[in-house]
């Protein structure tokens, strides 16, 4: 979906940003052992067929070595890892650089998160692969009945830049920056008519930063 319309923002709320982190750093990694690079080292056909049999005829069975025997060696028919497909799990994908996570993933999906979430800080951390920051996206529920104080929330938020776990930069992107991108890039005048509308222009006039030097 997000390759046929690069333009097509996703928004996730209620949700948090952890999920999203840990589901980024998930696909890449079983990407790089379980794609078609990866998958190579495990190419069925470069099955030693001669020390399969050797090893079945001193450790095995011998129904199990007459079924070798059989298909020539092999364990199973020609096509037993992949069912006829070329070895990749990503294949459908069409995953053929480190890019293309940031331009299918990192970059159209955001994920709305509560104030009082630590897991916010992970998206904007070191830990995220190809140097990605996760677009998390300030939006707690004011109206939720343990919010004594519709004011609470957002001095709340900032605590992670108190604590130090993350910077007045990425707090800017939390609360206003990744928010603008969302809905501006869908409506460039999204903005227009509000209290940050001249902000919001120079935001979406200087674009995201890239990450395409990271993701080399």
Request: charge should be negative; include cysteine; glycine fraction near 8%.
């Amino acid at each position: 979906m997000t390759r046929r319309f690069p333009d097509l923002r996703f928004a996730f709320l209620e949700g948090g940003v952890g999920w999203g982190c840990q589901l980024f750093c998930d696909l890449i990694e079983h990407w790089e052992r379980r794609g078609a690079k990866g998958m190579a080292n495990m190419d069925p056909t470069k099955l030693d067929r001669p020390l399969l049999h050797e090893l079945v005829d001193k450790y095995g069975y011998a129904d199990i070595a007459a079924e070798l025997d059989k298909r020539d060696g092999w364990p199973l028919k020609e096509d037993f890892l992949t069912g006829g497909m070329p070895p990749d799990d990503y294949i459908r994908c069409n995953i053929t650089q480190k890019q293309d996570w940031i331009d299918l993933y990192a970059t159209p999906y955001y994920f709305g998160c509560e104030a009082d979430d630590r897991m916010n800080a992970v998206a904007f951390g070191k830990a995220m692969p190809l140097g990605a920051r996760i677009n998390a996206i300030y939006s707690s529920d004011i109206g939720h009945f343990d919010v004594v104080d519709m004011r609470d929330p957002l001095p709340e938020a900032f605590e992670l830049v108190e604590d130090g776990h993350i910077t007045e930069s990425d707090f800017h992107d939390f609360v206003f920056g990744n928010a603008v991108r969302l809905w501006g890039t869908q409506n460039p005048r999204f903005f227009e008519g509000t209290a940050v509308a001249k902000e919001a222009a120079a935001l979406m006039k200087r674009g995201a930063p890239s990450l395409r030097d990271a993701a080399r």
